[in-house]
């Protein structure tokens, strides 16, 4: 089993900045792909951003490319999202999610997920 643990959301000016961290632990090395994905009220559950444990491989929803960076430090097995230009459309809970499987995944069909994080963009 994999075990992530987010932080860093909060309440933030449109136009601000925030970083998100998840912190994963227990089988990381089966880890091949993490990813952000986030959830506003009454809506489903979007692809935000995505890497590849290993070589660092990125990909991102059209809706933020060139605003969010996703990173990982593989020596602390952390993952991030750098959130900037925030927009009032950002708001929403952000999910840290981890698969085993290979390849380009974008649905939220991941194994294993965080608890969420809550990021408020005010207007």
């Known amino acids: 089993q994999v075990q992530l643990v987010e932080s860093g959301g909060g309440l933030v000016q449109a136009g601000g900045s925030l970083r998100l961290s998840c912190a994963a632990s227990?089988?990381?090395?089966?880890?091949?792909?993490m990813a952000w994905f986030r959830q506003a009220p009454g809506k489903e559950r979007e692809f935000v951003a995505r890497?590849?444990?290993?070589?660092?491989?990125?990909y991102y929803a059209d809706s933020v490319k060139g605003r969010f960076t996703i990173s990982r430090d593989n020596a602390k097995n952390t993952l991030y999202l750098q959130m900037n230009s925030l927009k009032p459309e950002d708001t929403a809970v952000y999910y840290c999610?981890?698969?085993?499987?290979?390849?380009?995944?974008?649905?939220?069909?991941?194994?294993?997920w965080g608890q969420g994080t809550q990021v408020t963009v005010a207007s």
């Open positions: 999610a981890a698969d085993r499987r290979l390849g380009l995944r974008l649905s939220p069909d991941y194994e294993h």
């Open positions: 227990g089988r990381t090395f089966s880890i091949s792909n």
């Open positions: 890497i590849t444990w290993s070589v660092g491989s990125t």
